[in-house]
């Protein structure tokens, strides 16, 4: 069957707003070039998902960007053809109750994943900023964020992502190395807002850990 472009009111909405997402985090350099997924859970049973096209210039994303692909990527409706890591998005909605994801690139969560990829993963803590990730009430709170080696076999690392989040629940984001965050909310504006405090926390550690104090 030829996948539909037609799409529901709603769809078109949570489209509309995750393009303004992608502009946003374009111009805070968070997701340059074609860099970057943002995908919203449009029915959990079964899976449909509402992903960005692969291959977009994300400064200029739109709502007509998107596609709606089922449980194994395949495309429901829309032109274009998901990315790969579609799966990863996947397997986040899966582990989690998460009705959002969005997966950036920046130089800072490049920077660290390379640098704590032999630990597995990094730590932050004794930050005010912290309680803005979902259910964290104190600076005192110590977010593991893992990192797993980059890998263009998707669906293999979708499996090990699936089975480090299920293992360790109170998680709220992941890196890959050399690549970039994977964050998620219940709705848009929880995911929207992890992503703006782990790049906040990424800038301050990496800050930190490079010997750049200013900007
Ligand atoms: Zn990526």
């Known amino acids: 069957m030829m996948p539909r472009s037609a799409t529901s009111p709603t ?7 995750l393009a303004a997402f992608g502009r946003e985090f374009h111009a805070r350099r968070w997701a ?4 970057g997924n943002y995908s919203v859970l449009l029915r959990r049973q079964p899976v449909r998902l509402l992903i960005t096209s692969s291959g977009l210039d994300k400064s200029a994303l739109r709502a007509g960007d998107f596609l ?6 395949r495309v429901i409706r829309g032109r274009g053809r998901p990315s790969a890591e579609s799966f990863l998005h996947l397997a986040v909605v899966r582990a989690r109750k998460a009705g959002c994801v969005l997966h950036t690139h920046s130089i800072w969560s490049t920077l660290l994943s390379e640098r704590h990829a032999e630990q597995g993963g990094l730590a ?4 005010e900023m912290l309680k803005g990730l979902d259910g964290v009430g104190t600076h005192q709170h110590r977010e593991w964020i893992p990192i797993f ?4 076999d998707i669906p293999a690392l979708s499996r090990k992502v699936e089975a480090e989040l299920n293992r360790d629940p109170a998680s709220h984001g992941f890196l890959l190395g050399g ?3 994977y964050t ?3 709705d848009l504006a929880g995911a929207r807002r992890h992503v703006e405090i782990f790049e906040f926390l990424f800038e301050v550690a990496g800050r930190l850990a490079f010997g750049s104090p200013s900007a």
């Open 11 to 17: 769809a078109r909405s949570l489209a509309a707003k």
């Open 32 to 35: 340059l070039g074609t860099s």
């Open 68 to 73: 709606e692909i089922d449980q194994e990527a």
């Open 124 to 127: 932050i803590s004794g930050y």
């Open 149 to 152: 080696a980059n890998d263009q």
């Open 179 to 181: 690549h970039g965050l």
């Open 184 to 186: 998620w909310g219940e």
